[in-house]
Nanobody
Framework: QVQLVESGGGLVQPGGSLRLSCAAS????????MGWHRQAPGKQRELVAA???????NYADSVKGRFTISRDNAKNTVYLQMSSLKPDDTAVYYC??????????????????WGQGTQVTVSS
């Protein structure tokens, strides 16, 4: 199995910045897309940003120009640099990744994994 562990959440004032990290570990053969989603109380989970193994990125309109996603393929880690944070950015942020993993006997299969979530609170 492939596990994702997030870090970097916390409390920040409006206009401030935070950097989230998510490291993947386990029987990884390859990782295709890594991304960040968020879920605010009473709302559905939504995509924030995603990045392919080749570095192509996709952002939600609400975060364009404020958030930057990046990844270190050698470390199987994805980052989310968040700037100019607003109270509306308050949510639990979840990392996810999909790709292929090793199985016993030399087999390979696809996987999709999610992290446990990290709380981001933007408040004065």
């Amino acid at each position: 199995q492939v596990q994702l562990v997030e870090s970097g959440g916390g409390l920040v004032q409006p206009g401030g910045s935070l950097r989230l990290s998510c490291a993947a570990s386990g029987s990884i053969f390859s990782i295709n897309t890594m991304g960040w989603h968020r879920q605010a109380p009473g709302k559905q989970r939504e995509l924030v940003a995603a990045i392919t193994s080749g570095g192509r990125t996709n952002y939600a309109d609400s975060v364009k120009g404020r958030f930057t996603i990046s990844r270190d393929n050698a470390k199987n880690t994805v980052y989310l640099q968040m700037s100019s944070l607003k109270p509306d950015d308050t949510a639990v942020y979840y990392c996810n990744a999909n790709g292929n993993e090793h199985l016993a006997g030399g087999l390979i299969r696809g996987f999709t994994s999610w992290g446990q979530g990290t709380q981001v609170t933007v408040s004065s």
